[in-house]
Every structure is written in structure tokens, then in C-alpha cells.
């Protein structure tokens, strides 16, 4: 069974600090994901990684960096937290993909992060 | 990009009834379409999903279909549940060697009354 481990559920940090937002998964998969997730917006893509050491940018990069030193772990750090990061971050993972049928990815339980 | 519209975004049911979320994609090149259920405070999980070469898909009470002319696909929910209550969330991606990026829609909360 896959099993996406974020290790903070819930969290509160002030504005201007610094944040990081951890991620491990068991399955050896090549791709990670970092989503956030408000209310009537669906689920948004900062950053991916389809392996070590390599990151790509989402829909809503700006704010955000991402690091994948190893293959199990993908953090996402906020260099600076503000007022309008409050949300859900979950992460994700994947293995890579079959073009003819597509594949399956697996969210974390989620990170609730609240900047005040 | 890639943008899918998800309609509607709350849809009251009375259990027994059924239940039809639509989503829209815009990338014609887009061959993957998983569902998602989210119950509150829980992680998403992987419903159904349908592939491109696949028309219609069914597994129990639950069923998508897939319009790729139309660039629209449909999830419906049959003799719906209490516990079939939660947020669903369609999604659709282009399946690359290297990675598989999926495009959210924006959620349906759906709410069975028993």
C-alpha cells in the first residue's frame, strides 16, 4: 500500500518566517508533486520533481522552492511566509508513466498551514 | 496549460437519487482522466479514471464517460449513499514518459441527504 507521509499536519507561523513543508514517500517513485489546495479553487500545482535533484514549476511557483536531495523525500520551503499562503498543502507521488495508459498518484494526508 | 472546468460546485442529492458531476478540458492533446474523492479532513483518493481510448467506464455505482470530441467527461454516482458525501475532483493530463502532470478541477461538494 502507498503510503504519502507529510510529517506536519497542522501548523501556525508568523509572517516573514521561514517554512518548511516535509515529504516522504515509501514506494520509490521517480515523481513528487507539491499541491495547495483553497476552497473553490481546486488543487494547484507549485512545483513537481521526476527525480533527484531535479524540480519543475507549477501553476503558482511564485512564493515557493522545492527540494528533492533524495528520491523518497520532496520539501517545500517558504522562504518568507505571508498572510496569503494560509491554506492546505498536500503533497503527492507517482510512478513514471506508461503513455499509453496513464497513472495513478497519491496524496499525503495534507499540511494545514496558517500564516498569521 | 491545461484548464478543466468542474460544474457544479455543490450538488444536493436525496439518498437513493443519482448524482452527475461534469468537467470540461481544454488540451486536446490531454489522454488521462482520474476522479477524485475527498472526505473532510482526509486525503484525496482515486475513484475511477478513464483513459482516451476508453469510452465509457463503470465500477459498481459509480461510472465516467468521456466525450474527447467534445472535451468533456462525467462522473456519475448511482443509488447515492450518505457516505458517498465528500468533494470530487476531476482531472486531466497528458501522459509523459517523464512525469504526468494533472490539472485539478475546482471540486464538487456533494451532499447526500438521508
Known amino acids: 500500500d502507498v503510503k504519502v507521509t507529510q510529517s506536519s499536519r497542522y501548523l501556525v507561523k508568523r509572517t516573514g518566517e521561514k517554512v518548511f513543508l516535509e515529504c516522504v514517500q515509501d514506494m520509490d517513485h521517480e515523481n513528487m508533486f507539491w499541491y495547495r489546495q483553497d476552497p473553490g479553487l481546486g488543487l494547484r500545482l507549485i512545483y513537481f520533481?521526476?527525480?533527484?535533484?531535479?524540480?519543475e514549476k507549477g501553476d503558482i511557483p511564485e512564493g515557493y522552492s522545492v527540494s528533492r536531495e533524495k528520491k523518497e523525500r520532496f520539501s517545500l520551503i517558504l522562504e518568507s511566509a505571508s498572510t496569503n499562503q494560509t491554506s492546505m498543502y498536500l503533497c503527492?507521488?507517482?510512478?513514471?508513466?506508461?503513455?499509453?495508459?496513464?497513472?495513478?498518484?497519491?496524496f499525503g494526508e495534507g499540511s494545514w498551514l496558517t500564516v498569521v | 496549460g491545461e484548464n478543466v472546468e468542474q460544474h457544479p460546485s455543490t450538488l444536493s442529492v436525496q439518498e437513493g437519487d443519482s448524482a452527475v458531476i461534469k468537467c470540461t478540458y481544454s488540451?486536446?492533446?490531454?489522454?488521462?482522466f482520474p476522479w477524485y474523492k475527498q472526505e473532510l479532513g482526509k486525503r484525496p483518493q482515486l475513484i475511477i479514471d478513464?483513459?482516451?481510448?476508453?469510452g465509457e467506464k463503470k465500477d459498481q455505482r459509480i461510472a465516467v464517460t468521456l466525450n474527447k470530441t467534445a472535451k468533456h467527461f462525467s462522473l456519475h454516482i448511482t443509488e447515492t449513499q450518505p457516505e458517498d458525501s465528500a468533494v470530487y475532483f476531476c482531472?486531466?493530463?497528458?501522459?509523459?514518459?517523464?512525469?504526468?502532470?494533472?490539472?485539478f478541477g475546482g471540486g464538487t461538494r456533494l451532499m447526500v441527504k438521508p
Open positions: 520533481s521526476y527525480d533527484v535533484k531535479m524540480k
Open positions: 482531472a486531466a493530463s497528458i501522459a509523459y514518459n517523464a512525469g504526468n502532470m494533472l490539472t
Open positions: 488540451d486536446s492533446a490531454s489522454n488521462y
Open positions: 503527492a507521488s507517482s510512478s513514471p508513466v506508461d503513455p499509453s495508459s496513464g497513472n495513478t498518484i497519491y
Open positions: 478513464i483513459r482516451s481510448n476508453v
